[in-house]
């Protein structure tokens, strides 16, 4: 189980941080950097930590459904 709800509101109340808010096209593993990616129809692309599965990170920069994934090494 992922955990996708972090974050604190306003005067400091719990608040919702949804990662994404339609359905999850791709996950990517990327051992590397202990990562899992996921790519959405909502557009977002999320990255998640592979210890403890809780999100680091939401891309909003796509403007369309993210449909796959591919990690290349540098």
């Known amino acids: 189980q992922i955990e996708v709800q972090t974050g604190t ?4 109340n719990k608040q919702e941080e949804v990662y994404h808010t339609n359905y999850i096209l791709d996950l990517l593993v990327i051992p590397e950097l202990k990562y899992i ?9 999320c990255l998640w930590d592979m210890t403890t599965l809780k999100g680091k990170s939401i891309h ?13 090494e540098n």
């Open 37 to 45: 990616a996921s790519a959405s129809a909502d557009s977002n692309l």
């Open 9 to 12: 509101g306003k005067g400091g």
């Open 60 to 72: 909003t920069d796509h403007t369309s459904k993210i449909y796959s994934l591919d990690w290349v």
